[in-house]
């Protein structure tokens, strides 16, 4: 599995071609080529600032991005590494503040293609060892960054000295890889989940953590036990009690009162309370509840119940409210159908990946939905129109993409469009709001 990847640059393009022609060779599984890619280049992720390490099935991300907010209220300067990118490869590689620049992305992601030929690294690997190099050679305060897939063999669990590392929502998602046949794991497919995730732990760090099932709690706290991580685990080490007031935060070392995220959702507020107690549960790095409350306001995070903006696309739907969500699993739909709980029916438009569930965005939005409409998940392999006919009453529709499926609404009523992170980039890419 690889991201596609273009760029106006020509020289960051003819990189970018070259990572594009990587894959994962059939079979192979594990740290060793991400380990010596790296050490041709100097093993960089051994000497960078204190990192904020981010696994989790759903909400990764934005608790990524509530930290990085959180650090730079604080002052700091902040690398940040998230994925997959919407628009523009660079939105992964966010270096002092600031997304990557052409001449340095081109320069680093020919300097590891050279120095990795002969490893056949995958589109990942190489990515991750740039990002890494970028890190290591630009001076900040502080780094965050988000775990790609699953986590004990994902590319950035090579890392070493983390303030924190901490574990979002966790839900069934990518089971291909993550739920793949192994002796010696965790057979219960969320306790699975749950132990793969955990696998970012490490000797002496603190792993933080969501509420969970009994019998998920005590996976993790039995890989953290054999690592020697010191767990942080919410309901048990600390608190966030979350109502229409704000957030009331507690732990051993006291309560804070903070206030809601701007960005929709009621998750988001759990996203927020977890990036909290990350920072509560280090010693590395100082921030203080001002600093906190001031990145909870400010936290941005696209594709995410993202009301868009006034653009080329929502003209085709004017008088109406247009929203992106880049979910594409159960958990992420059921979050969607509790923000939209209670509001007028809307116009559903959706594109899949084919190894998604079809249920996943529709099936949890039945009954306030106006109507469907299908349309491709750009650059992939997606899930045909009628595969999304048996979880709905409504009919099907099929469109070539957004733009057709926006034109062909009744006049009346507000539009969600959701279902594929890729399919919500190309809509920013239409509607020309690109994240910076």
């Not at 041709?40 to 990764?60: C, M, Y």
């Not at 996976?219 to 036990?225: D, G, L, P, R, S």
């Not at 009523?413 to 399919?423: H, M």
Request: hydrophobic content about 45%; glycine content about 8%.
């Amino acid at each position: 599995m690889k991201d596609f990847a273009i760029s106006d640059n020509p020289r960051v393009q003819a990189q970018l071609d070259r990572l594009g022609a990587l894959s994962l060779p059939q079979g192979r599984i594990g740290l060793e080529t991400i380990h010596a890619l790296l050490a041709r280049l100097g093993d960089p992720q051994k000497a960078l600032p204190p990192v904020f390490h981010v696994a989790g099935t759903n909400g990764k991300g934005s608790t990524c991005a509530y930290l990085r907010a959180m650090l730079e209220a604080q002052g700091l300067t902040v690398h940040a590494a998230t994925k997959p990118h919407l628009v523009r490869y660079n939105e992964r590689i966010r270096v002092a503040g600031q997304l990557i620049s052409d001449d340095l992305l081109a320069d680093l992601l020919r300097e590891v293609l050279d120095a990795g030929v002969d490893l056949s690294p995958s589109f990942f690997e190489v990515t991750t060892a740039a990002t890494f190099l970028a890190f290591h050679r630009v001076p900040a305060d502080v780094c965050v960054i988000e775990v790609g897939l699953g986590g004990r063999f994902d590319a950035t669990n090579v890392l070493d000295g983390q303030a924190a590392c901490g574990i979002a929502s966790l839900g069934i998602d990518h089971e291909a890889f993550l739920l793949a046949p192994e002796q010696g794991v965790p057979q219960e497919p969320l306790c699975r989940i749950a132990f793969e995730k955990a696998g970012i732990a490490r000797l002496g760090v603190p792993l933080v953590t969501q509420a969970y099932p009994v019998d998920v709690t005590r996976t993790v706290i039995e890989h953290a036990m054999k690592v020697g991580a010191r767990t942080a685990i919410r309901g048990l080490d600390w608190f966030a009690e979350i109502d229409g007031d704000g957030i009331a935060y507690r732990d051993r070392t006291g309560e804070l009162a903070l206030p809601l995220p701007t960005l929709a959702g009621s998750h988001q507020a759990d996203n927020a309370a977890l990036a909290v107690a990350m920072l509560r549960h280090q010693s590395q790095v100082a921030v203080s509840p001002q600093a906190m409350t001031q990145g909870i306001h400010a936290a941005r995070w696209p594709a995410r119940l993202q009301l868009l903006g006034e653009g080329p696309l929502t003209a085709l739907a004017p008088g109406r409210r247009v929203w992106l969500d880049g979910g594409h699993n159960v958990d992420a739909g059921l979050a969607i159908a509790r923000y939209f709980a209670g509001a007028a029916p809307f116009h559903l438009i959706t594109g899949m990946l084919a190894n998604k569930d079809p249920s996943a965005i529709v099936k949890p939005l039945a009954g306030q939905l106006l109507s469907l409409s299908v349309v491709p998940a750009p650059g992939h392999e997606a899930h045909a129109p009628q595969e999304f006919a048996p979880f709905t009453s409504l009919p099907v529709r099929a469109f070539a993409d957004v733009p057709a499926a926006l034109a062909a609404l009744p006049q009346a009523g507000d539009v969600l469009i959701c279902g594929s992170l890729y399919l919500a980039g190309e809509v920013l890419r239409l509607n020309r709001e690109f994240p910076d």
